[in-house]
């Protein structure tokens, strides 16, 4: 007779030891499913691009905190095309006529609205003119513009040149002593102007030719902006504190609180001077700002008018120290115009024309802001690039791809300001792809401000000096980018 089972006599483990396997097995299939689903069924499954970027964000996440994420996008350009998916709902473009269609506005079609897991909003809550709604943006846009205007850049020219000359002063005094470093001095100028403009007063940077202490800290909170921007992707930005280093989180804290100091300060003085904040004022009416917006975008403004500028002064000086024969053409041109250095102003070297094509060819070859700036596609979807683009889905133009595409540029790796002075050989060149400063209603304000500074100080540091890279500079270009560039010295 067979042996009797009581199945009421059998060994159940306790619930404690299934639980976990069971999740461990949800947990499987859940993923499976997932990345099954991104790669073969997801409404972006038709557009090229590799499965390891379809599949998950992670990929995305890995070159992103690792510094390399728009090379890694220009490799997928170069193998996929003008278009690509480099994350389960991204999409990245270089065909210039995505700038209009993702940023621009085009009749019968939605703005596309800034993707708000990608931007950070300021610690205190308050938004600035990055992360502002329509209505707040247009609001604050119409106050800030006074101070970018042609009369306005007309009233600080003095200040301007002020500094400049301060800055070759400086430079006088330092050339015997070795080597400069042309990141730190080009950064010490813009900053120490910017502030003046901003707060009335100056970092002095170039005084004490040192970094102020808020911006190191303004670099570290740019850097921090992008680990909270990925925690906040996957719902966790509450993690911040936990994953990222305390003095990362601590510096975007301190770099308001320091912003909300220097602008209390300068708000007692009123609207005498030739600045921001005058003409912020002197327009401020029943829809103007309140001061909790008018500190986070005073401190917004220190980076649109400042690092942006230095960056690329410093991204132009290495391209023509790698190019002795565009150097020499240029120092021609301004020594040639300029017979004396008072005569230097924004009038003269606004019809330089070899310079102003040397620096369009630096914004193409080294962009200040280089990574793509993500919108969503509202609604049910809309078109891109004659292409429909299902809604929800995040979008842009990289600039880094899109101006070392050969698409768009002969000779993309090579810096030839020619292409931009109707030279015969670069006729096919797409000069539309360039946007440096983005493209429609949220174009960067201070922009006007950014080709005063770059012209002056270029044309005022040539006239004076003779320069060579350093040994150590060679490969200088080929930094890190967190949002901005992690820019080494350059000397």
Request: proline share 6%.
């Amino acid at each position: 007779m067979a042996p009797q089972i009581d199945v009421f006599d059998m060994h159940i483990p306790p619930l404690y030891v299934l639980i976990p396997g069971a999740l461990a097995i949800s947990t499987i299939f859940y993923i499976s499913y997932h990345i099954i689903y991104n790669i073969y069924f997801h409404p972006l499954a038709s557009y090229p691009g590799p499965k390891s970027h379809a599949a998950t964000r992670l990929t995305y996440v890995f070159y992103n905190l690792a510094g390399r994420l728009p090379y890694r996008c220009h490799q997928l350009h170069t193998t996929y095309g003008d278009v690509v998916r480099i994350a389960p709902d991204e999409l990245s473009f270089t065909n210039p006529t995505a700038w209009k269609d993702i940023y621009g506005h085009r009749q019968g079609h939605a703005l596309m609205p800034k993707d708000m897991a990608f931007y950070n909003r300021p610690p205190s809550g308050v938004d600035n003119l990055i992360t502002a709604n329509r209505a707040d943006h247009t609001r604050y846009r119409r106050l800030v513009s006074h101070a970018f205007s042609d009369k306005a850049l007309r009233e600080q020219e003095p200040l301007i040149k002020g500094y400049i000359d301060l800055l070759i002063q400086r430079l006088h005094e330092h050339a015997a002593s070795g080597p400069l470093d042309m990141v730190a001095w080009y950064n010490w100028t813009t900053f120490d102007l910017i502030g003046d403009l901003a707060f009335g007063e100056s970092f002095g940077c170039l005084e004490n030719c040192t970094y102020h202490p808020w911006i190191s800290m303004l670099f570290t909170s740019i850097k921090a902006g992008v680990f909270l921007s990925t925690l906040r992707r996957y719902g966790m930005a509450w993690m911040m504190a936990l994953v990222v280093p305390k003095g990362l989180v601590k510096s975007r804290t301190e770099h308001l609180q320091l912003t909300e100091g220097k602008v209390m300060t300068r708000l007692e003085q009123g609207t005498s001077r030739p600045d921001f904040m005058s003409h912020i004022l002197r327009h401020n009416d029943e829809k103007g700002m309140k001061v909790p917006e008018i500190i986070v975008n005073s401190s917004l403004l220190i980076v649109a008018g400042s690092e942006t500028t230095a960056t690329l002064l410093s991204g132009a000086t290495y391209h023509l120290l790698k190019n002795p024969r565009v150097m020499e053409k240029l120092k021609r041109e301004i020594r040639e115009t300029f017979k004396e250095e008072k005569d230097i102003d924004v009038a003269g070297v606004n019809g330089l024309e070899y310079m102003l094509a040397v620096l369009d060819e630096a914004m193409r070859m080294y962009p200040p802001v280089p990574a793509g700036l993500p919108r969503n596609v509202p609604g049910d979807g809309d078109v891109i690039n004659d292409r429909w683009v299902p809604g929800g889905t995040s979008v842009s133009v990289n600039q880094w791809s899109t101006y070392r595409s050969e698409a768009n540029f002969k000779e993309p790796n090579s810096f030839i300001p020619e292409r931009f002075l109707d030279d015969p050989r670069f006729a096919s060149d797409n000069k539309q792809a360039l946007q440096p400063f983005s493209f429609g209603p949220r174009n960067c304000i201070a922009r006007k401000l950014a080709y005063v500074e770059m012209r002056l100080i270029l044309a005022q540091v040539l006239w004076n000096f003779d320069m060579e890279l350093a040994t150590k500079s060679e490969n200088w270009a080929d930094q890190k980018i967190f949002m901005l560039w992690q820019k080494e010295s350059l000397g």
